[in-house]
C-alpha cells in the first residue's frame, strides 16, 4: 500500500484556493469599489425607490418584493469602501465612504418613516418583526456575505455573487423597519432594526477589511502607521462590542426555544389520556424569568387539583422546574370570537357542554346518595323502636351510626356501624347477641358493633 505524500496533497489543496489567477489588478478593483461609494444623483434616487420598494413589501408581508427592493439597492457601496480604507489605510476614501454611508442611511430612514406615515396600513406583520431582534447568526451573515461581496468584487468572474450578498446580507429591511419604529413612534422596531443594520454594516465592513489583507492589496498611505494602527484597533473594538449584545440575544433566544421544546416534551408525553385530549398549550416567560405553562383540555372533564398534583413534580425530569402548570378545560377551555366559530367548534362546545353536565350530574348523585344515608341514620332509630320495645324489652334507647375508624399503627381507615344501647335492666350476652343478629338483618348490615352507653340517659335527664 503506498504512503500518501502529505506535502503533495496539502499542494494541491493549496492550488484549489490560489486566488492569482483569478484576481482583477488592485487598481481595477478600487475603482470599482470607489465609484459604489458616491451616493449622488442617479445613485441617491435608486436608494430612495429601492426604500420605497422595500417598504412596500414590508407593509403588505411581501417577500418577494423585499427581495427586488434588495437587488436594486446600491446601499452596499459605501460600506464596502470603508472596509477598504481601513485595509489600505486610505483616511480620505474613508471619510468619504462614512460620509456617504451616514447620508444614505438618513435618507433611508427619512424615506422610510414618510412612507409609513401616510400608508394607510400600519399593522406589524411578520417580515417587520423579524428584523428587531438580531442575534449571532446575523454577525455571521453579515461577516460572510461581506467576505463573498470583496471576493466578487476583485475577481475577473463575478458571476451572481453580488446580488446573491444584497439579498443575503438584507441591509434595506432593517432600514425600512427604522423608519416604521419612527413613523409608529414604537422605539423597540427602532432600536431593533437599526441595531442589526449596524451589525451588518461593521461586519460587511470588517470581512472586506480582512479580504483585502488576503488578497495582498498595497497600503495606500505609509507615512502615518500610528494613526492606521489607532483605525485598525477601533474598528475591532467596535466590532466586538457589536457582538455582545448579539450574543445575549441569541443565549436568550436559545433559553426560549429550549423551554418551548421542554415543554413541549412534557405535554406530549405527560398529557396522554384516553377520553381526554389536548386542544393547546402556551408556554410563557415573562420579563422577570418567571415560567408559565397553560395547556389547554378537551375532552373528558379530570379532577384539575390532582392533576396539577400529580404532574408539577414531573416538570423537573424536562428540565423546566419551577415553571406554574396551568390546566384549563370545560367551559374555560374554547374561547373564541362568534364570528371565527366553525361546525366543529359548535361540535367541540357542545362536547365539552355535555360533558360539563354529567360531571355536575355525577356529583348530584353522590351528594345525593351521602344525604341520603344521613338522613336514613337519623330516623333509624325511631323506626326501630316499636319493634326493639316488643322484642327487647330491656333497651330504653338505641341509636345507629356509621363511623370511620383508623388504626393508629397502620392509619389505615375502615368503616363500622355501631349501635349505641342504653339498658333498662342488665342483658344476658345471648340476649345481646340475638340484638346483634336483629340489627344486622333488620338494617341490612354484615356487621354491626354494639356499645353499652350511658351518654343516652344523661342526655335524658
Not at 503533495?8 to 470607489?34: N, V
Not at 489583507?213 to 466590532?239: C, E, G, H, I, L
Not at 424569568?289 to 375532552?299: K, Q, W
Request: hydrophobic share 45%; with cysteine.
Amino acid at each position: 500500500m503506498k504512503q500518501i505524500d502529505l506535502k503533495a496533497f496539502s499542494g494541491a489543496i493549496k492550488d484549489y484556493f490560489d486566488l492569482t489567477s483569478f484576481l482583477l489588478p488592485q487598481a481595477e478593483a478600487e475603482e470599482t469599489i470607489r465609484e459604489g461609494v458616491s451616493f449622488r444623483g442617479t445613485n441617491l434616487l435608486v436608494l430612495i425607490m429601492a426604500i420605497f420598494i422595500a417598504s412596500l413589501g414590508l407593509n403588505v408581508n411581501s417577500t418577494a418584493v423585499i427581495i427586488g427592493a434588495m437587488l436594486i439597492s446600491p446601499l452596499m457601496g459605501p460600506i464596502i469602501g470603508l472596509g477598504l480604507a481601513v485595509g489600505i489605510q486610505d483616511f480620505d476614501l474613508m471619510k468619504r465612504s462614512f460620509r456617504n454611508l451616514f447620508m444614505a442611511t438618513a435618507f433611508s430612514i427619512a424615506t422610510s418613516a414618510i412612507y409609513f406615515l401616510i400608508s394607510p396600513v400600519n399593522e406589524g406583520h411578520s417580515e417587520l418583526l423579524a428584523r428587531t431582534s438580531p442575534t449571532i447568526y446575523d454577525v455571521l451573515i453579515g461577516f460572510f456575505g461581506g467576505a463573498a461581496g470583496i471576493i466578487a468584487i476583485g475577481s475577473k468572474t463575478k458571476g451572481n455573487v453580488i446580488p446573491g450578498v444584497a439579498i443575503a446580507t438584507a441591509l434595506m429591511p432593517p432600514l425600512c423597519t427604522v423608519g416604521y419604529g419612527l413613523a409608529t413612534w414604537q422605539m423597540n422596531y427602532f432600536l431593533g432594526a437599526l441595531y442589526l443594520f449596524f451589525i451588518n454594516s461593521v461586519f460587511i465592513a470588517c470581512a472586506t477589511t480582512l479580504g483585502v489583507k488576503a488578497m495582498k492589496y498595497k497600503v495606500t498611505d505609509f507615512s502615518n502607521p500610528v494613526r492606521a494602527k489607532r483605525v485598525r484597533r477601533t474598528v475591532y473594538t467596535v466590532a466586538l462590542l457589536t457582538m455582545v449584545p448579539a450574543g445575549f440575544m441569541t443565549y436568550r433566544m436559545y433559553r426560549a426555544n429550549a423551554f418551548q421544546t421542554a415543554c413541549g416534551r412534557f405535554v406530549e408525553q405527560e398529557f396522554d389520556f384516553p377520553t381526554t385530549q389536548v386542544l393547546s398549550y402556551k408556554a410563557k416567560e415573562d420579563s422577570r424569568g418567571e415560567r408559565t405553562l397553560t395547556v389547554t383540555l378537551m375532552g373528558r372533564l379530570l379532577p384539575e387539583d390532582s392533576l396539577t398534583m400529580a404532574l408539577t413534580p414531573q416538570l423537573a425530569r424536562f428540565g423546566i422546574a419551577g415553571t406554574q402548570l396551568r390546566i384549563i378545560q370545560g367551559d374555560n377551555s374554547v374561547q373564541v370570537n362568534p364570528g371565527e366559530i366553525t361546525s366543529t367548534m359548535v361540535r367541540d362546545i357542545y362536547q365539552v357542554t355535555q360533558n360539563t353536565i354529567n360531571a355536575q350530574r355525577q356529583e348530584i348523585d353522590s351528594l345525593r346518595a351521602v344525604t341520603d344515608v344521613i338522613a336514613r341514620n337519623d330516623t333509624i332509630g325511631a323506626t326501630i323502636s316499636p319493634e326493639i320495645k316488643v322484642l327487647f324489652p330491656q333497651v330504653r334507647d338505641i341509636a345507629v351510626t356509621r363511623g370511620i375508624v383508623s388504626n393508629v399503627d397502620t392509619r389505615i381507615l375502615d368503616t363500622v356501624n355501631v349501635a349505641l344501647v342504653q339498658y333498662r335492666s342488665p342483658i344476658s350476652r345471648a340476649q345481646e347477641e340475638k340484638l346483634k343478629e336483629y340489627l344486622q338483618a333488620r338494617l341490612g348490615y354484615s356487621n354491626i358493633d354494639i356499645v353499652s352507653s350511658t351518654a343516652l340517659s344523661k342526655k335524658h335527664k
